[in-house]
C-alpha cells in the first residue's frame, strides 16, 4: 500500500497478516512494525514474514522516505525528525492499537524507534533492536568531516559514500548476492543526512531515562559498523525494568540476513511472547 504523508512524501508499505480463521484465539493477534536500515528498504525483510504470520504475527515493513519504493531524495534528510513525523503519521493512518504493537528496527530504523518513542511519537508495548545505531565504528576521516561541515552549509544535497562494507552486511552467499543485485539499495547519503544522523544519536543517549517499556537489543560480536558495548552501556540506563542483551558471535552487522536467521527471528517472538504476554 501506500501512504501519503503530511509534506506529500509518499511512503511504501508492506502488510502481512495471519489468517484470522486459524487463529486460536483472535484476541492474541500480535502485531511487528519493523523499520530498515540505511540505505535497504522493506523488501530485504520479506523472508521474515513466514515466520511471524505463521506465529500469529501481523508484519508491517515501511520503506522510509528516500529509500526503497518510497519517494523523497534519496537517503537525504534535514533532520530524523522526518523519519519520526513519517513513522507516526503510518501509526495514525493505519489505526494500529498501541497494547498489542512492538516496534523492530535495524542499525539506522534502531535509532529512529528510539527517538519516536523517546519523543512519545508513537507508543508500542516493546521495542526490538538490532545492531542499532547508537555507536559508529566506521572511520571517517578529520578531512572528510571537515568538508562536510562546510559543504552541509552551501550544498546540503552533496553526495558521499556510505562507507558501509557489504562484507560486513552478511556472511551469507545468497543473502550478499541477492543485496549486490537489489536496484534499490543506496550506498551514498547526503552530507545533510549524516550530521543530522549524529544529532539523533547524540539525542537518543541525552534522553536514555524517556525509555521506560521492554527492550530487546541484538548484537553481532564481529560487527564492525555500529558498537555494541555502546548499546550494551545505554541499555543499563534506560528506566525500562524490561532489558535483554542477545549478543551472537561472530555475527556481522546484518543480524537477520545471516544463515541462521530463522532462529534469530523465532528467538526474538519467543523473547516477547515469553517476557510481556499480558501485552498481548
Given at each position: 500500500?501506500?501512504?501519503?504523508?503530511?509534506?506529500?512524501?509518499?511512503?511504501?508499505?508492506?502488510?502481512?497478516?495471519?489468517?484470522?480463521?486459524?487463529?486460536?484465539?483472535?484476541?492474541?493477534?500480535?502485531?511487528?512494525?519493523?523499520?530498515?536500515?540505511?540505505?535497504?528498504?522493506?523488501?530485504?525483510?520479506?523472508?521474515?514474514?513466514?515466520?511471524?504470520?505463521?506465529?500469529?504475527?501481523?508484519?508491517?515493513?515501511?520503506?522510509?522516505?528516500?529509500?526503497?519504493?518510497?519517494?523523497?531524495?534519496?537517503?537525504?534528510?534535514?533532520?530524523?525528525?522526518?523519519?519520526?513525523?513519517?513513522?507516526?503519521?503510518?501509526?495514525?493512518?493505519?489505526?494500529?492499537?498501541?497494547?498489542?504493537?512492538?516496534?523492530?528496527?535495524?542499525?539506522?530504523?534502531?535509532?529512529?524507534?528510539l527517538r519516536a518513542v523517546q519523543t512519545d511519537r508513537i507508543r508500542p508495548s516493546a521495542i526490538v533492536l538490532s545492531s542499532v545505531l547508537?555507536?559508529?565504528?566506521?572511520?571517517?576521516?578529520?578531512?572528510?568531516?571537515?568538508?562536510?561541515?562546510?559543504l552541509v552549509k552551501l550544498v546540503p544535497t552533496v553526495r558521499f559514500r556510505n562507507g558501509l562494507d557489504p562484507c560486513n552486511m552478511t556472511?551469507?552467499?545468497?543473502?550478499?548476492?541477492?543485496?549486490?543485485?537489489?536496484?534499490?539499495?543506496?550506498?551514498?547519503?547526503?552530507?545533510?543526512?549524516?550530521?543530522?544522523?549524529?544529532?539523533?544519536?547524540?539525542?537518543?543517549?541525552?534522553?536514555?531515562?524517556?525509555?521506560?517499556?521492554?527492550?530487546?537489543?541484538?548484537?553481532?560480536?564481529?560487527?564492525?559498523?555500529?558498537?555494541?558495548?555502546?548499546?550494551?552501556?545505554?541499555?543499563?540506563?534506560?528506566?525500562?525494568?524490561?532489558?535483554?542483551?542477545?549478543?551472537?558471535?561472530?555475527?556481522?552487522?546484518?543480524?537477520?540476513?545471516?544463515?541462521?536467521?530463522?532462529?534469530?527471528?523465532?528467538?526474538?517472538?519467543?523473547?516477547?511472547?515469553?517476557?510481556?504476554?499480558?501485552?498481548?
Open positions: 500500500m501506500k501512504i501519503e504523508v503530511d509534506d506529500g512524501t509518499v511512503l511504501f508499505v508492506r502488510d502481512y497478516r495471519p489468517n484470522v480463521q486459524t487463529l486460536s484465539n483472535s484476541d492474541r493477534f500480535r502485531t511487528m512494525v519493523w523499520i530498515h536500515g540505511l540505505g535497504e528498504h522493506g523488501g530485504r525483510y520479506l523472508h521474515l514474514t513466514d515466520v511471524f504470520v505463521g506465529r500469529d504475527w501481523r508484519l508491517i515493513l515501511i520503506d522510509l522516505r528516500g529509500h526503497g519504493r518510497s519517494t523523497g531524495l534519496r537517503t537525504h534528510v534535514r533532520s530524523f525528525d522526518e523519519y519520526v513525523t513519517d513513522l507516526a503519521q503510518v501509526w495514525d493512518q493505519l489505526n494500529l492499537n498501541s497494547e498489542r504493537v512492538v516496534l523492530g528496527a535495524h542499525s539506522m530504523g534502531g535509532l529512529i524507534a547508537l555507536g559508529v565504528k566506521l572511520r571517517i576521516s578529520p578531512f572528510k568531516r571537515i568538508l562536510g561541515r562546510l556472511r551469507d552467499a545468497e543473502f550478499s548476492r541477492q543485496r549486490r543485485a537489489d536496484p534499490l539499495i543506496v550506498r551514498t547519503v547526503t552530507a545533510s543526512w549524516f550530521f543530522s544522523m549524529e544529532t539523533a544519536i547524540a539525542q537518543a543517549r541525552r534522553d536514555v531515562h524517556q525509555i521506560s517499556i521492554p527492550i530487546l537489543a541484538l548484537r553481532g560480536g564481529a560487527d564492525v559498523t555500529t558498537d555494541g558495548d555502546v548499546v550494551a552501556h545505554w541499555l543499563m540506563q534506560t528506566a525500562s525494568e524490561v532489558t535483554d542483551l542477545i549478543s551472537l558471535p561472530d555475527h556481522v552487522h546484518g543480524l537477520l540476513h545471516e544463515s541462521d536467521w530463522k532462529d534469530t527471528t523465532n528467538r526474538v517472538l519467543t523473547w516477547l511472547e515469553s517476557t510481556a504476554p499480558s501485552l498481548f
